[in-house]
């Protein structure tokens, strides 16, 4: 299966609690019961995806390399050592599509340094996902990661992906640490006009899957609860 | 199937001429075969995808609506119509994830209004595909759809978009008219800094699939051609 140019793999997981036949294609388990050397965020989540994936998989003939948060970049060129010894490797994302919120995009970004072949393969994307059943403009999004906490910094953040929606019809998508859904709800309430429009998506592909599109009006006559429910926000008018 | 509140289900179809399998999750098949009521940008196409999907969908059975650039979102209401009596219905993208670049938002949209549940479903973006393969900022990104022809607009929005990245670490997505890729690459090189990093992003999820990421100054040294291949651009430094 390795030739010359050997390839990086980059390996969706899943979002929610689902079986992995409802949100990976089966050529993902086929690719990733062939790979041997593993760059992950954490050891423990990772081989028990890969055993969800597949149960015939020897967990331990696999090499697993942690590439977190806290990794200093420097490292990432000996990270890739079993490519430069022709191997193939892959990312293995916490949740989700790999390099997108993770630090994996470093590990890319240093494979294509060296020539590699990178191979991202389809999987669950919350920003994707509810950036599509939002409803809102798929043509032109920006997504902004965490807002400021400090409410004057909070305040003038929103108050630009107003202006930014208004000016060039670009839906906002954007996350918050989940004790803190109700409160941003809240702020988003109290900053924005009355007819702009919130979608809240939550636990998607999951059974506890919600999409609700609101104007803020509604939102505030609503008082839906979202604490501590894992949620992705976007913005439109 | 068919309960009280009816379900909008958004199936991403094939972005090459890849098979179904290696793109899409094996629910999103048993899905789609129970759905008797789509909507879709263009009738043939989608008979083509349901039967490469499935063999044994009659295709006789069901019923089509077209929602494209040219429809007047005034009808929607009336597209929805098998939805007020109770049944789900589906959207099919042309290529990729519905109501991501193509007219279903508008058709996501009206269903929410009416209480409906929307159902987004995994499949293959070029956008997300190409930000997870450029090894470029996934924690905060914007896609500008297309970009100005005119030249002096052009220039305009390639600085805005490089003055993006450097305040805000923001990668920038953008596509192109695909005899007009050169242009666009050369058009890159004489207007951003030598170090910009540029991706260029083609046939995702194909056997021609190619993720090349490179500085401007390894750009101009390498004259690749991209005529006429549909490709997608990321822009970070």
Request: proline residues 7%; charged residues 20%; hydrophobic residues 45%.
């Amino acid at each position: 299966m390795e030739n010359n140019v050997p390839s990086l793999y980059l390996f969706p997981s899943n979002l929610s609690e689902s079986p992995i036949g409802e949100v990976l294609p089966a050529i993902n388990i086929e690719i990733i019961t062939e790979v041997k050397h593993f760059i992950v965020e954490n050891i423990r989540t990772a081989r028990r995806f890969l055993k969800k994936c597949n149960r015939d998989i020897n967990i331990d003939e696999l090499t697993f390399s942690v590439v977190d948060v806290n990794t200093d970049p420097a490292i990432i060129p000996a990270i890739l050592q079993p490519m430069a010894q022709g191997h193939n490797m892959g990312i293995i994302s916490e949740a989700g599509c790999p390099a997108v919120a993770d630090p994996g995009a470093l590990v890319v970004a240093e494979a294509h340094k060296r020539g590699y072949r990178v191979m991202p393969l389809v999987g669950p994307s919350s920003i994707l996902l509810s950036l599509m059943g939002s409803g809102f403009n798929g043509q032109s999004f920006t997504f902004l990661g965490y807002l400021p906490i400090h409410a004057s910094e909070r305040t003038a953040a929103l108050k630009q992906m107003h202006a930014d929606i208004v000016r060039n019809r670009r839906t906002q998508i954007f996350i918050e640490t989940p004790y803190r859904n109700n409160k941003m709800i809240a702020d988003i309430i109290a900053t924005l006009p009355a007819t702009t429009r919130l979608c809240v998506a939550t636990d998607l592909t999951g059974p506890g899957q919600r999409i609700i599109t609101l104007t803020l009006s509604q939102w505030r006559k609503q008082q839906l609860n979202f604490d501590k429910i894992p949620a992705i926000f976007l913005l439109y008018t």
